[in-house]
């Protein structure tokens, strides 16, 4: 009896599987069920192809705190050899390059190549921030729609209730091999994030630095904070006594 064929669209499902574990996770194949709207036995078929092929791998984080009961969810995240093939090509030619650059100017000239391509990111993605306002939070989610659009599987997470901070996640980063060793590269973008959204941030983690995702913590409570300090510092300004030679004219007998 002849087999019967897979579906014609199997390679394309795994595909966005695929996709959704880089953007996503560490992500579980009820999370990956819900927003492919499949059923979690065919997320699951899809799961264990991808890890036959090594492309994908169960996360395990530290253990925080006492496991509840029963066991629990495998999150998925993808492995090394997954995220050298969503890389750009040319990373053993741009290693080469930069460290003949450090060679014959020195490494301030790395820094200022670094330096320039974080404002290369600043000025691609300043409109698209720009759009949304003042506020942290929606200039990261804007940000991450426009890194997402160029490859880097970007999303944002909240931290807790999200009313104080985010995070933003790169699941992709076209530069992740030269970057291990010339991290300048990533603090120069790092620090554009910054400039973008509006207020300081830090880096977590970093593909470069071997974790499966590039993460930036912003806090989105600090203009909140920072208007009600300068608020209190106008206050406490204003029970002062004037400052000697800032009184009025002196009474004439």
């Known amino acids: 009896m002849r087999a019967m064929a897979a579906p014609a669209d199997d390679d394309s499902t795994r595909a966005r599987v695929l996709d959704l574990i880089a953007e996503k996770g560490p992500v579980s194949a009820a999370q ?8 979690p036995a065919a997320v699951r078929r899809h799961i264990s192809a991808l890890e036959d092929e090594e492309q994908i791998e169960v996360h395990s984080p530290a253990t925080m705190g006492k496991r509840g009961r029963g066991r629990p969810a495998r999150h998925y995240v993808l492995t090394a ?18 460290r003949y650059l450090s060679q014959v100017a020195g490494d301030g000239a790395v820094d200022s190549f670094a330096a ?20 942290p939070a929606e200039r990261a989610r804007a940000l991450a729609d426009a890194l997402t659009l160029d490859g880097y599987a970007a999303s944002v ?5 999200g009313s104080y901070a985010v ?4 699941g992709h980063c076209p530069v992740r091999d030269v970057a291990g060793e010339f991290h300048e590269l990533c603090d120069a973008e790092t620090q554009a994030i910054s400039r973008l959204v509006g207020v300081p941030v830090q880096r977590l983690a970093t593909l470069a630095g071997g974790e499966h995702v590039c993460t930036t913590h912003i806090p989105i409570a600090m203009p909140a904070l920072r208007k009600r300090a300068v608020r209190a ?21």
Not at 157 to 161: F, L, P, Q, W
Not at 167 to 170: A, E, G, I, V, W
Request: aromatic letters at 4%; a positive charge; glycine letters at 12%.
């Open 233 to 253: 510092a106008k206050g406490a300004q204003g029970l002062r006594p004037p400052a000697a030679g800032r009184q009025g004219p002196a009474a004439t007998s």
């Open 81 to 98: 050899t997954a995220r050298t093939s969503f890389a750009e090509g040319y990373s053993d030619l741009a290693n080469r390059a930069l």
């Open 116 to 135: 320039a391509r974080g404002r290369d990111l600043e000025r691609r993605y300043s409109g698209a921030v720009e759009a949304v306002g003042k506020d």
């Open 167 to 170: 995070q933003l996640c790169q």
């Open 32 to 39: 990956l069920a819900k927003v492919l709207s499949l059923t």
């Open 157 to 161: 997470r909240d931290v807790g209730d």
